[in-house]
């Protein structure tokens, strides 16, 4: 098979990410006027708690097992063990953890501020062990340097959430807020399956050709290795989801302390949380394209003691990310109050000048976010995730103490 270079898989996975982003923005715009920034409130508790979940049952791990298909790869070695045993693992912490959160769905309701978002959570269960299969089955074909299943399951997510997602939330919305944001939270689960199953299928149709010239690898020392890797990954890879967590128990709480009401102090949140930091976000998808791509280009050069190889392509990234990221920032804060009136027409005046304000400030974060993802990844895939663990825990301490 025909592989291609790290800026030919960033560039790929860029274009693929860029659709889906275009996708994701275009869905909050119509979802919003479905469900109001209340609404969106409600939706993006919900998700945050979803983030948490995945990010302690995937975490880095998929980056764990780029990196070492890529080094089974270099040193011609059978590469689908990595993944089988990754899915094992995966899969069944992924079961184990929807299962709590149905369980204990009320309590986190309550500390979060908003009761009303119980049953949000059943809905979004099932996601939680699609995708973790889902992302262990990406991280196996971008160790592979094939970036194309990633790029087209992402791809697969946003339509079909756009589809589903906001058909029932626009369908089920008229019995009520919580009955729409059901729906929305039921277009995610339905497309991550969706998504899932390509990826499943595009394995069985392609994934014998990797094991062509490799020698079997022992099932013991890859689960040795996954679990050394995995560990560190999932603790590095836990802070900043764990971060939004609490910016909404915080934001909810600390509004409604201060005597506004819990539909106004979640209609608030929904601004920051669904609004404005999709916005921010999008920039930001092009770093992690390029971050992405160079895991397994640095990996191989890391195996290899490639150092000239290391600091040619990590300089490449940073550079990249640093000129894209810039740009975007600046025409985020120029434009703000453009960009918000024409993503999100149906939000009134007062919701309008709180996310046009928002977004002025947050623009700032944006090459500082891009730059975080480029060297995250080159870390990780140096084997380095410990400082990655100290510099997260450090600044989402600080953010939660200010």
């Given at each position: ?32 006027s ?19 979940i ?14 070492l ?15 089988k ?33 119980k ?24 160790g ?10 992402g ?7 756009l ?50 010239n490799?020698?079997?690898s ?22 900043i ?87 975007a920032?600046?025409m ?56 990655i ?14």
């Amino acid at each position: 098979m025909k592989r291609r270079t790290m800026a030919g898989n960033a560039a790929l996975l860029s274009v693929f990410s860029i659709i889906a982003k275009v996708i994701s923005a275009l869905y909050r715009v119509p979802l919003t006027s479905v469900l109001g920034a209340e609404g969106m409130g409600m939706y993006q508790l919900v998700f945050s708690i979803y983030a948490l979940i995945l990010a302690l049952t995937t975490g880095g791990i998929p980056v764990a097992v780029s990196r070492l298909t890529s080094e089974n790869n270099a040193l011609k070695k059978d590469s689908r063990v990595v993944l089988k045993n990754a899915l094992l693992s995966v899969v069944g912490t992924s079961v184990v953890l929807a299962a709590f959160l149905c369980v204990l769905s009320g309590f986190v309701a309550r500390i979060q501020g908003n009761e009303g978002v119980k049953s949000g959570y059943y809905v979004i269960a099932p996601a939680i062990v699609f995708v973790g299969a889902l992302s262990m089955f990406r991280g196996w074909f971008q160790g592979n340097n094939d970036v194309i299943p990633t790029a087209v399951s992402g791809l697969f997510e946003q339509v079909f959430k756009l589809a589903f997602g906001l058909t029932l939330a626009k369908i089920l919305s008229k019995y009520g807020v919580i009955y729409g944001v059901i729906g929305a939270l039921s277009g995610v689960m339905i497309s991550e399956f969706i998504a899932l199953i390509y990826i499943v299928i595009t394995y069985f149709s392609r994934g014998k050709i990797y094991k062509i010239n490799a020698v079997e690898s022992c099932d013991k020392d890859v689960r040795n290795a996954i679990l050394k890797t995995s560990v560190v990954f999932a603790i590095a890879g836990f802070i900043i989801p764990f971060s939004q967590f609490i910016d909404g128990i915080l934001i909810v709480n600390i509004l409604k302390a201060s005597g506004e009401s819990i539909s106004l102090a979640t209609a608030k949140y929904g601004l920051y949380s669904g609004t404005v930091m999709s916005v921010v976000n999008m920039p930001v998808v092009l770093s992690v394209a390029l971050s992405v791509a160079i895991v397994p280009v640095i990996a191989s050069a890391t195996a290899k003691r490639d150092i000239d190889e290391i600091r040619k392509k990590g300089a490449t990234a940073v550079k990249l990310a640093l000129v894209i990221s810039t740009f975007a920032a600046v025409m985020m804060f120029a434009f703000s109050d453009k960009i918000i009136a024409v993503l999100y027409p149906r939000l009134n005046r007062a919701e309008t000048q709180t996310a046009v304000r928002l977004l002025r400030i947050i623009s700032f974060t944006v090459p500082m976010g891009a730059l975080r993802e480029i060297y995250a990844s080159m870390i990780m895939a140096i084997d380095k995730t410990g400082k990655i663990i100290v510099n997260n825990s450090f600044s989402v301490a600080l953010k939660i103490a200010v």
